[in-house]
């Protein structure tokens, strides 16, 4: 057990509104290990961006309710105090988001949004903290002194979201939790910025939980896949058995919906019709997925399927058997 | 080498000609009030009853009033209260509207809630009243003492500044940087002087610079009630209104005061609106 670096269990969040409740995330179970890359994969919505802001505790209060048990290292964090999570945060575990544009502070200095990290974990100052802050830059790709004294408007986005990635990796975190780092970017910084995470990642053997709902992105950098739908997983595997038989309809729709150049005659796209579900906090009658796939049957109405072990380090939630999963087109 | 953007927006500030236009005359009428009547020992308050009712002349450049005291050295002096009272209550309000605002913003949910249902509950009430009510309590203890005046404008003029920053903190607040900075475990406070605080800046100071006109024209409305405490544009301009009958007129005495307090309120306007075009957030790429 203790060899997980971090470890999910039974996770769900519920947001309240006015008018009613929503479940974003249903009881949610996995682990990351140290010198991991984990996928979370699933369309907007799925729930994968309340997962990962509820490892760090940053819900809007009191409108998001966390329940069940998320440990990192020894450490339990659901429920733990805004001065505990302080700790961690930055620390332990750090996070970069989507859009690089907004992620930094433009009224402050390259160098004053690192110093500010470096003073509050590590109490460095000074010539120290510069070296520091060059040295992180230098890994980062950002060589040269001038960029420390930058505002934010005056670097391209490839170039903001090296210093977001910087400023994350600052102390060494643990766990590098990343929000659709390369969305906003074009595809060739998108390749530089994957890379250079890749290289970060097994210089320090740090472990990343990588959320993208790009399954091209996810088989360059993740080691392990976790598929969301309607806020719950549906299918877990390691990435090139995911990409290449996926067990679970909807990741195979996904597959299907998705682009890809090493096809021979390029290869039809097929879009998963329908919208996903409307969630609620009420028990589900049938899989959620019923009403958009194109394997469902009789037995998919009765209940929701139970997410089962189908072999060793696969999850899956479907009824339909693999084999039927394996032969059959839809 | 490098700008902030803040001083990005002043740059592009001073290419905006009627703002600049504002500025500068704002800056002579304010030092003008302020250095003229000590150098020139020019006083006020000094009756010549010789010397009633003078039209402008070359050694009375705007005339004297109808107990003979100068005008040039009552419309500086009466100005210094003006811009001063504008000024002063202004940065009550900024205080107060600013803290009040960046702490319901800040804290959203219930916190907001019941802060926000306070500042519309006080705007409900009639201000001039509330401001005539404050003045008139001070009155007693504190006769001829500006620091009510201060007080009274600032405490009705901050509802405004604190439903802007309440919105604007509201906004950013869900900001991936504030977010990203909350994530690197930064304080609440340091969260919010440091990173929220600085990006409401220009907002602020927009809405600072339209307040002074509006706190000097209410200063000026309650001395031509009476109701102020010193010399000031307004008693003057209350003073003209005076001594303007069918018989005759001594337009000067009206006009001198109307016309500094007009030139003012336009200037203080005209740079307000150049700051609002060149920090307004969406203006910003």
Known sequence: MSEELLCIRDLSVTFTTRERSVRAVDKVSFDVRPGEVVGLVGESGCGKSVTSLS???????????????????????VGASPSRLREVRGNRVSMIFQDPLTSLNPYLRVEEQLAEVLELHLGLRGPKARARMLEILSQVGIPGEERLRAYPHQLSGGMRQRICIAMALLCNPELLIADEPTTMLDVTIQAQILELLRTLQRERKMS????????????????????????????????????????????????????????????????????????????????????????????????????????DERLRRCIVPVAEMLSVRP | MTSSPFQLAMQRLL???????????????????????????????LTQPALRNQPPSAKFLFGTDNLGRDLVARVLVGGRTSLLVGLAATTV???????????????????????MRLVDFMYGLPYMFLVILIMLMFSET?????????????LVQWLTMARIVRGQVLALRRQEFVLAAELLGVSDARLLIRHVLPNVFGVIMVYATLMVPSVIILESFLSFLGLGVALSWGQLVSDGIAVINPVRS????????????????????????GLRDVLDPKGKT
């Open chain 1, 208 to 311: 990343i939980l990588f959320i993208t709902h790009d399954l091209g992105v996810v088989s360059e950098i993740c080691d392990r896949v976790i598929v969301m739908y309607a806020g719950r997983i549906v299918e877990q595997a390691r990435t090139a058995e995911l990409l290449q038989t996926p067990w679970h309809p909807y990741t195979e729709a996904l597959l299907q919906s998705t682009p890809c150049v090493d096809v021979p005659g390029g290869g039809s796209l097929h879009p998963i019709g329908g919208l996903p579900p409307r969630l609620s906090t009420e028990k589900l009658e049938e899989c959620a997925f019923v009403p958009r796939c194109p394997r469902a049957r009789e037995g998919c109405k009765h209940g929701e399927p139970a997410l089962e072990s189908a072999a």
């Open chain 1, 55 to 77: 490892i760090l505790g940053l819900h809007e209060q009191p409108a998001g309710r966390v329940t069940g048990s998320i440990r990192l290292g020894e450490r339990e964090l």
């Open chain 2, 93 to 115: 309000s900024v205080l107060v509207g600013v803290a009040y605002g960046a702490v319901a913003g800040f804290y959203g949910g219930k916190i907001d809630e019941a802060m």
């Open chain 2, 142 to 154: 504190a006769r001829g003492d500006m620091l009510p005046v201060f007080l009274a404008l600032g």
């Open chain 2, 15 to 45: 290419r905006n000609r009627v703002a600049v236009l504002g500025g500068v005359l704002l800056a002579l009428i304010a030092l003008g009030c302020v250095l003229l009547p000590p150098l020139l020992e020019l006083d006020p308050n």
């Open chain 2, 250 to 273: 001594y337009w000067w005495i009206l006009f001198w005061p109307s016309l500094f307090l007009g030139i003012t309120l336009i200037s203080l306007n005209f740079l307000g609106d």
